[in-house]
């Protein structure tokens, strides 16, 4: 069975600071993993996706992730944060398991992330 | 080109009522799948159509069922409302719901039962 683990459930980080959000995943095949992200009374936004191209994966608004599949991990990353990137993130996996796997993503728990200024 | 459409965006019924849910996906976009989101269980796959077929289902009861029209389209009904159906409501398209799809989510609908 496929599952997500997102390690915190919030992080809270200084405006100008490094952003890491963890998440670690489970699969016994090689997964799809995304980012998605929902501002307060938003949909859900994409971030950046990893379909088993290149690890290191970069998304919208100078967030990247890197796919690490020793470690089953897929953190998100950003250098220096912003007061606009206080929002929920949560990480996505999907993989083909035939009929089971149409259109369905399953999510983390999510992790709120809040900035300082 | 236009984004996922929801409506309503708010909605207030109150328990054993029935509530309709619509949702229209990007043009072009053929899969469109429906999400539960609440505060306790996070946000649960409830089913995807394409091509006007249900072809993958979450576990959730028979009250929540779903339809998708020829122009792709898609409505969601929960029948006998109860206290727990409470919840945003948030429809994805993309282009076929494979698995390297990337889903694009409206903005959901905020059900909420009295």
């Known amino acids: 069975a496929q599952s997500v683990t997102q390690l915190d459930s919030h992080v809270s980080v200084s405006e100008g600071t490094p952003v890491l959000l963890r998440c670690n995943y489970s699969?016994?095949?090689?997964?799809?993993l995304f980012w998605y992200v929902q501002h307060p009374n938003k949909g859900l936004q994409l971030l950046l996706k990893?379909?088993?191209?290149?690890?290191l994966v970069k998304g919208i608004n100078g967030f990247e992730a890197e796919f690490k599949k020793s470690e089953t991990s897929f953190h998100l990353t950003k250098p220096s944060a912003h007061m606009s990137d206080a929002a929920e993130y949560f990480c996505?996996?999907?993989?083909?398991?035939?009929?089971?796997?149409?259109?369905?993503?399953?999510f983390g728990q999510g992790t709120i992330l809040t900035v300082h200024p | 080109k236009a984004g996922v459409t929801q409506t309503p965006r708010y909605l207030i019924k109150t328990r054993g009522q029935q509530v309709t849910l619509s949702c229209s996906p990007i043009?072009?976009?053929?899969?469109v799948s429906w999400y539960q989101q609440t505060p306790g269980q996070g946000l649960q796959f409830l089913f995807e159509?394409?091509?006007?077929?249900?072809?993958n289902k979450g576990n959730f009861p028979g009250r929540f069922s779903g339809r998708q029209f020829s122009n792709s389209r898609s409505e969601m009904n929960v029948s006998t409302l109860e206290l727990g159906d409470s919840a945003l409501y948030l429809c994805?398209?993309?282009?076929?719901?494979?698995?390297?799809?990337?889903?694009?989510f409206g903005p959901g609908t905020r059900l909420t039962v009295l």
């Open positions: 994805a398209s993309s282009l076929a719901g494979g698995v390297l799809d990337t889903q694009y």
């Open positions: 699969s016994s095949y090689s997964p799809s």
């Open positions: 990893y379909t088993s191209a290149a690890t």
């Open positions: 996505v996996v999907t993989l083909y398991a035939g009929g089971t796997s149409y259109g369905k993503l399953t």
């Open positions: 043009s072009g976009h053929r899969s």
């Open positions: 159509y394409f091509s006007e077929t249900q072809r």
